[in-house]
């Protein structure tokens, strides 16, 4: 596709259960990110992807979060147990090299509500 | 995790003046910085980005100035448009094992007409 794309793009879900955010990054880039922003505010770094590097996790607010990438395709994110708290907007992104002077390019967003 | 745990600051500026917004970063041996645009309801976009052996950079109606001594970035958008009301984030390239790029608290743009 042209741009990055998530889905789904809206997902309400109740307390407790778990949900899979997904994301389709622009097809060549090797890096992928996740972010969360939560109403008003910033981006939270979560996870980032690079190649077949180990990923760096070290953004993950608890052992609930998880995220999986298949080569330097698909991504998922996972929520265990879903929390209020974890009600945001969570953000993919993909860049063709590391970081490394290249922009990133951002998907539309999952908006997640947690009931 | 990193970066924004506080609501925006807002900027309100009057259509057809010029606009700044400061962005402070955090790590001294970040190389690359990019501003991004977010509209409500989207994702962030691209507006400029420098790399660290400049000091500035200019595209259309936007400029981006470095300061490497007090680790200081800002945007300057020159004659300010309604289309230009958004939240402005910059993000910086971190120089270490992971690439990852950091984001910026955030300033909401409002433009008055």
């Known amino acids: 596709g042209a741009g990055v794309s998530q889905s789904p793009s809206n997902k309400v879900t109740e307390k407790g259960k778990d949900v899979e955010l997904r994301c389709d990054p622009i097809?060549?880039?090797?890096?992928l990110y996740w972010y969360r922003q939560r109403l008003g505010q910033g981006l939270e770094f979560l996870i980032y992807?690079?190649?077949?590097?180990?990923?760096?996790k070290s953004g993950l607010p608890s052992d609930r979060f998880s995220a999986e990438r298949t080569g330097e395709s698909v991504s998922t994110l996972t929520i265990q147990r879903t929390q209020q708290e974890d009600s945001a907007v969570y953000l993919c992104?993909?860049?063709?090299?590391?970081?490394?002077?290249?922009?990133?390019?951002f998907g539309q967003g999952t908006r997640l509500t947690v009931v | 995790g990193e970066s924004v745990g506080l609501h925006l600051p807002t900027l309100s500026v009057q259509e057809g003046d010029n606009s700044i917004i400061n962005c402070a970063y955090s790590?001294?041996?970040?190389?690359?910085f990019i501003w991004y645009k977010q509209e409500s309801g989207k994702g962030p976009q691209f507006i400029i980005d420098i790399r660290s052996n400049m000091d500035k950079r200019q595209g259309q109606r936007v400029t981006v100035l470095l300061n490497k001594t007090v680790k200081h970035l800002s945007l300057q958008i020159a004659a300010t448009q309604p289309g230009d009301s958004a939240v402005y984030f910059c993000?910086?390239?971190?120089?270490?094992?992971?690439?990852?790029?950091?984001f910026g608290s955030g300033t909401r743009l409002l433009v008055r007409p």
């Open positions: 097809s060549g880039h090797t890096a």
């Open positions: 993000a910086e390239n971190r120089v270490d094992s992971s690439y990852k790029l950091i």
């Open positions: 992807f690079q190649g077949n590097s180990a990923p760096d």
């Open positions: 992104a993909s860049s063709l090299v590391p970081g490394g002077n290249t922009e990133a390019f």
């Open positions: 790590n001294s041996a970040s190389d690359y």
